[in-house]
């Protein structure tokens, strides 16, 4: 058995598997046996929050959004700030699947299903705020272009209906192109499992999969041609999010920079999430071997180079107000540096800018604790950038006389609690469920040969198994 490598390195332990139905049985492990005592600690814990987010989210429906902290100039609050924060989170994910498949980077091969799933999870996450934050989420069937009873129609020009056409289209290709991606594991799956509920659902999920040449050769096609589509949606999704700010006229807001700011904040932070939760993965579910150092190491670089856009995107922000000669303009950026709220910004800018500038040395790249740490910081970091962006360009609007602060309620922090514990309670259960290692691109790997998904649509489709 050959190995390509520049692969080898990164899987020392699957090099020394000698056949492929072992790299079967590791992959596939997690899904075949009982939860471990970790995975309920930590499915207790999400469920915890989730049962929390949904009292928060109960309370917001009876009483209605008084329950916020939100108030006058301050309208938009922690609803939008969570919304922009997840559908981040969900950015690395396509980025990883379908654009650095399309460059041909074999080292998305060990973490790509996983941050597809995150996607996924992220988004239908950040799919709550919107509908909540109108404060009347039972007629959110008005946000659709339909015919209605009331011949009310959609404000084409208004961002926030932009928001839900590349939202929806954002989610579906990206479920399109991890179940895609899914569909030959699952045959593998179903020709392992004893279980006949679980053969039954497996069948059923992998469509009739029988590992033929006619099967691969239409599978890369499909597989090539949602990567090309998923490949603009990385770029635009956000950008047409950072338009709900953008083509306001509202100082700290009104700027022409947002659009590549946002995506190259968006990509940060979901490298950051996913790179936290892989961390902890790769040791619970025995690894290390396929979820390799190496992985984590490029995924920091990454952090390093979107880390410096941002950083670059937050100085040029304060040259552009100042070369704008804008009074308010200026006013806006002074405030956010030193006016009530400078904690949170300093706090952006530490966790955001200067932390991650660790990664330049590789020591620290390789190191697991150091890496843990530098990520939740980004975490932390992207959060408040999205608070300073909308609360502090919103607390001090043109009227001194209509000046004032934002204090969340518990109601606050509930959600924003629960959606976290949404996000990882779908993310355990896809963990117990699902392999979260594509087990046919880690074969052809091994094999020695290219990925299973040829990117030529003219491909012989041979895989073997």
């Not at 404060?135 to 084409?156: D, K």
């Not at 096609?221 to 603009?232: D, E, N, V």
Request: aromatic share 16%; charged share 10%.
């Amino acid at each position: 058995m050959s190995f390509d490598s520049t692969y080898t390195r990164e899987l020392p332990l699957v090099e020394a598997k000698k056949s492929f139905k072992e790299i079967d049985e590791v992959i596939a492990l997690p899904t075949e046996t009982k939860p471990t005592k970790g995975w309920w600690i930590a499915f207790s814990i999400s469920s915890t929050a989730l049962l929390i987010g949904a009292f928060c989210l109960s309370l917001t429906f009876y009483y209605g959004i008084g329950m916020w902290g939100n108030n006058n100039p301050v309208g938009w609050a922690f609803d939008i700030i969570n919304f922009v924060f997840w559908i981040g989170i969900g950015h690395a994910g396509t980025l990883i699947s379908a654009i650095l498949f399309l460059f041909r980077q074999k080292w998305r091969t060990g973490i790509a299903r996983f941050a597809e799933a995150m996607t996924i999870f992220a988004v239908m996450t950040a799919g709550i705020f919107p509908i909540i934050h109108t404060g009347r989420p039972w007629l959110a069937g008005y946000l659709l272009p339909l015919p209605n009873q009331n011949g009310v129609w959609v404000n084409f020009s208004s961002p926030l209906l932009w928001d839900v056409f590349a939202v929806s289209t954002y989610f579906t290709i990206s479920f399109l192109f991890w179940g895609l991606g899914l569909v030959p594991d699952l045959a593998t799956l179903r020709d392992k499992t004893t279980s006949k509920i679980k053969k039954t659902i497996y069948s059923v999920l992998s469509l009739g999969w029988t590992n033929s040449n006619r099967n691969w050769s239409n599978y890369e096609r499909a597989y090539l041609i949602l990567a090309g589509i998923s490949t603009p949606l990385v770029l635009s999704v956000h950008t047409i999010v950072s338009f709900d700010f953008a083509v306001s006229v509202l100082p700290g807001w009104h700027t022409t920079i947002f659009p590549p700011y946002f995506v190259a904040g968006a990509i940060f932070s979901g490298f950051g999430m996913v790179s936290t939760v892989l961390i902890l993965v790769r040791k619970v579910f025995n690894m290390e071997h396929i979820i390799t150092i190496g992985h984590l190491e490029k995924m920091n670089k990454i952090l390093l180079a979107t880390g410096m856009m941002v950083g670059y995107a937050y100085g040029m922000e304060f040259f552009i107000a100042w070369y704008s000669g804008n009074t308010f303009e200026q006013f806006v950026f002074i405030n956010r540096a030193f006016g009530p709220y400078a904690w949170t910004y300093w706090t952006m800018v530490s966790c955001n800018v200067i932390f991650p500038q660790l990664f330049w040395f590789k020591k620290v790249r390789r190191s697991i604790p150091i890496t843990m740490v530098l990520v939740i910081l980004v975490n932390v970091g992207m959060w408040f950038e999205r608070f300073v962006i909308i609360v502090t360009s919103l607390h001090r609007d043109f009227l001194p006389s209509s000046w004032a602060m934002y204090y969340p309620t518990l109601v606050d922090l509930g959600l924003l609690l629960g959606s976290f514990g949404f996000f990882f309670t779908f993310l355990l259960l896809f963990l117990k469920t699902l392999p979260l290692v594509s087990i046919s691109e880690i074969k052809a790997v091994v094999e020695g040969a290219q990925p299973t998904i040829h990117p030529l649509p003219g491909g012989n489709g041979q895989h073997h198994d």
